[in-house]
């Protein structure tokens, strides 16, 4: 079983930063590709970006240039470190697992979801 459980989210106001982790079990770490979905009210969950295990990283065009994601192997933990946040970027933010086989930013390509975190941007 695969267990992800992310911290880290908030209230922070535009062009503030904040780091968003995920602890994952190390099943995931180490087997599955991990990223970030995000879901804003009323919308579609959303593709963030997503690590491989060589750590080899995509983003959506969207957070390209403001968020970066890495991977801490030591205590099997996902990062995702959001500068420049804007209004638009607030959603809840979830850390996934999976094997995705087709589109990788699908989010039907992963099996795993963390419960999410709420990161809300004031303008």
């Known amino acids: 079983q695969v267990h992800l459980v992310e911290s880290g989210g908030g209230v922070v106001q535009a062009g503030g930063s904040l780091r968003l982790s995920c602890a994952a079990s190390e099943r995931a770490f180490s087997d599955y590709v991990m990223g970030w979905f995000r879901q804003a009210p009323g919308k579609e969950r959303e593709f963030v970006g997503i690590?491989?295990?060589?750590?080899?990283?995509s983003y959506a065009d969207s957070v390209k240039g403001r968020f970066t994601i890495s991977r801490d192997n030591a205590k099997n933990t996902l990062y995702l470190q959001m500068n420049s946040l804007k209004p638009e970027d607030t959603a809840v933010y979830y850390c996934v697992a999976g094997r995705p086989t087709g589109w990788v930013r699908a989010a039907s390509g992963y099996d795993y979801w963390g419960q999410g975190t709420q990161v809300t941007v004031s303008s």
């Open positions: 690590s491989w295990s060589g750590g080899i990283t």
